[in-house]
T-cell receptor, first 114, second 110 residues
Framework: NAGVTQTPKFQVLKTGQSMTLQCAQD?????MYWYRQDPGMGLRLIYY???????DKGEVPNGYNVSRLNKREFSLRLESAAPSQTSVYFC?????????????FGPGTRLTVL | AQRVTQPEKLLSVFKGAPVELKCNYS??????LFWYVQYSRQRLQLLLR??SRESIKGFTADLNKGETSFHLKKPFAQEEDSAMYYC????????????FGKGTKLSVKP
């Protein structure tokens, strides 16, 4: 099992460019999440998907869109990148059935917006 | 708002010394509590969760509902414990999502 995979690992964008971060999990999990990690800020939830076909905003959704393509895949799109979106992005998944469920994380995507 | 506080950004101890990483959460019902860890160049992973009452890699965490704390402890720190540690309550409800603290970087010196 690969667990949670993310592509790309690194990306440099210019202000205004768009891109999509891809995430896939092979654990048959119901819930998937996108976080951003910034120095001194911890992890902040951008969007999540409790189940296939549903998505909801997290703490910091502005400037992002998501798509739950199927049960395995959850993508994050930046329509017009801004320097404030320079961050490390993590995708995670969980069973999503209980509050005690463990979240499993991907390796992260390091994004720089110039 | 539901919050979690990790007061120390950096905690530096010598090998063999006891270590305690503090975590306080805002009272809002009875959240499930987790500690996640991120070792250098590795992905974030679960260290332990309160419901399991387990000890992982020598770490334990005690829930104190009166103080709304869930501090992580280890009696004898090892160099391989150096990592970033995040406390994360799950308040459940309609979102049921984790709220991550800002993290504490633990550095264990030889």
């Amino acid at each position: 099992n690969a667990g949670v995979t993310q592509t790309p690992k690194f990306q440099v964008l210019k202000t205004g460019q768009s891109m999509t971060l891809q995430c896939a999990q092979d654990m048959n999990h119901n819930s998937m999440y996108w976080y951003r990690q910034d120095p001194g800020m911890g992890l902040r939830l951008i969007y999540y998907s409790a189940s296939e076909g549903t998505t909801d905003k997290g703490e910091v959704p502005n400037g992002y869109n998501v798509s739950r393509l199927n049960k395995r895949e959850f993508s994050l799109r930046l329509e017009s990148a801004a320097p404030s979106q320079t961050s490390v992005y993590f995708c995670a998944s969980s069973d999503g059935l209980r509050d005690t469920d463990t979240q499993y994380f991907g390796p992260g995507t390091r994004l720089t917006v110039l | 708002a539901q919050r979690v506080t990790q007061p120390e950004k950096l905690l530096s101890v010598f090998k063999g010394a006891p270590v305690e990483l503090k975590c306080n959460y805002s009272y809002s019902g009875s959240p499930e509590l987790f500690w996640y860890v991120q070792y250098s160049r590795q992905r974030l992973q679960l260290l332990l969760r309160h419901i399991s009452r387990e000890s992982i890699k020598g770490f334990t965490a005690d829930l104190n509902k009166g103080e709304t704390s869930f501090h992580l402890k280890k009696p004898f720190a090892q160099e391989e414990d150096s990592a970033m540690y995040y406390c994360a309550p799950n308040y459940g409800g309609s979102q049921g999502n984790l709220i991550f603290g800002k993290g504490t970087k633990l550095s264990v010196k030889p």
